[in-house]
């Protein structure tokens, strides 16, 4: 039992220091270490509660007879406390993102009502695209008494732009929002390698034009709707935003409303050039040119642009909050750090950045102390956005009405 704890306890330790600092350029580690990383991470509390039952009982057993027993146990002693920094980081989101935000529709917080959480109900499986011989579908988080005008909410799935679901990702931000009066829809696209860039952006787009068709079924306002996702839906998150009413990216629709009204990309991956050379090759390699672009970048580099959130900058953007870890393993908080340096000389609209220390990718899968906080923060942006919509049309917080024009196809 002595050598079971020591087993225990290094591969515990070896756990802890790989969540202390996760591989990103070892093709052949990569991938555990993220897993590992994310799931010793966001699951620490749970690790926690385990690790101790399971000490408990091989010191129960004898494990501490022999020397190997103590040496495992100091292992595991080690671990515990990096993972109970790790739950007191989690813990601290709430105070990181308040300080992000800042003064940010304070006014707005201030004056807001308490009012109890509204039960709600989810609709799903409702077709709002048949493309390719597909259907595309979505399901609908709202409360469960009728409303009116309503603010709305799209939430794109991530997956690398070649799996994913809209049962997987985002539903702990769209039971919130919907307890809070929203109505989320969470979309499926089409994903690689059947369907090319800009294939999931077009789909994206038909969602919302979906939306605002159906505003009036589901007690929405079509001039308020803002959009989210993560990793790949975090990219595809920023471009909705950035590209509102291209005709490029509305074949058959031109003439709908594909504006939104704010962006909250979580963990996005901002840049298919890697002009900062912050990727592993494999992700061009591997990725990007054979699956979602389908091209290769040194013979067609503006394809890559195209799909880059950090080509499309414009001073019209809407209100961003951009949420990263400093731990991502999977889109490089690098890049996230540049785009909203970018964004932020560029837009003027409100563009909040909120990195969160010791954060994995795909965080909020989870729901854990940090997604929950989060999740709040990420509400009081939004509630501000859209008091600012509401109420003051001009204020430096409310999007901007004025129609963005379509640029040239050309």
């Not at 100091?74 to 990096?82: D, P």
């Not at 597909?134 to 709202?142: I, Q």
């Not at 985002?170 to 929002?177: E, F, M, R, S, V």
Request: aromatic share 10%; charged share 20%; net charge neutral.
């Amino acid at each position: 039992m002595s050598w079971v704890l020591l087993v225990i306890g290094l591969w515990c330790a070896v756990h802890a220091v790989n969540a202390w600092r996760p591989i990103r350029r070892n093709r052949l580690l990569f991938v555990w270490s993220f897993f590992a990383a994310w799931l010793t991470i966001e699951l620490a509390p749970l690790w926690l509660v385990v690790e101790a039952v399971v000490a408990v009982v091989a010191v129960w057993a004898g494990a501490l007879d022999r020397l190997v027993g103590w040496v495992g146990l100091v292992l595991l002693a080690g671990s515990w406390l990096y993972q109970l920094g790790l739950y007191v980081q989690g813990r601290a989101t709430a105070g990181i993102a308040s300080t992000a935000i800042g003064d940010f529709g304070l006014d707005a917080l201030a004056e807001r009502p308490v009012v109890a959480r509204q039960r709600i109900t989810v609709d799903r499986n409702l077709v709002f695209r048949r493309v390719a011989g597909k259907e595309l579908k979505l399901d609908v988080y709202r409360p469960r008494d009728p409303g009116h005008r309503r603010p709305a909410i799209l939430q794109i799935h991530g997956g690398a732009w070649v799996i994913g679901d809209k049962r997987e990702q985002g539903i702990p931000l769209l039971k919130y929002l919907a307890s809070h009066g929203w109505v989320g829809f969470n979309a499926n696209y089409r994903l690689s390698p059947g369907a090319t860039f800009p294939d999931h952006l077009v789909d994206l787009k038909a969602a919302l034009a979906w939306i605002r068709a159906h505003a009036d079924e589901y007690g929405v306002d079509p001039g308020f709707v803002v959009v989210t996702g993560g990793s790949a839906g975090g990219h595809l998150t920023a471009l909705m935003a950035l590209t509102a009413n291209d005709p490029t990216y509305q074949p058959g629709f031109e003439q709908a409303d594909t504006s939104v009204q704010a962006a909250v990309p979580f963990y996005g991956v901002y840049d298919l050039t890697d002009r900062n050379h912050t990727m592993p090759p494999e992700f061009q390699r591997w990725i990007t040119q054979p699956l979602v672009v389908k091209a290769f970048i040194d013979e067609e580099p503006e394809r890559f642009a195209a799909a880059s959130p950090m080509d499309q900058i414009r001073p019209d953007a809407p209100p961003f909050l951009i949420v990263h870890g400093d731990k991502d393993t999977l889109a490089p908080v690098e890049d996230a750090r540049d785009f909203a340096r970018r964004l932020t000389e560029v837009s003027t609209s409100a563009v909040i950045y909120v990195e969160l220390r010791g954060a994995e990718h795909a965080f909020d899968v989870f729901g854990s102390p940090r997604t929950r906080r989060m999740v709040a923060a990420t509400e009081r942006f939004l509630f501000a956005v859209h008091q600012a919509y509401r109420h003051d049309p001009t204020s430096a917080l409310a999007p901007d009405p004025t129609p963005v024009p379509a640029p040239n196809p050309s």
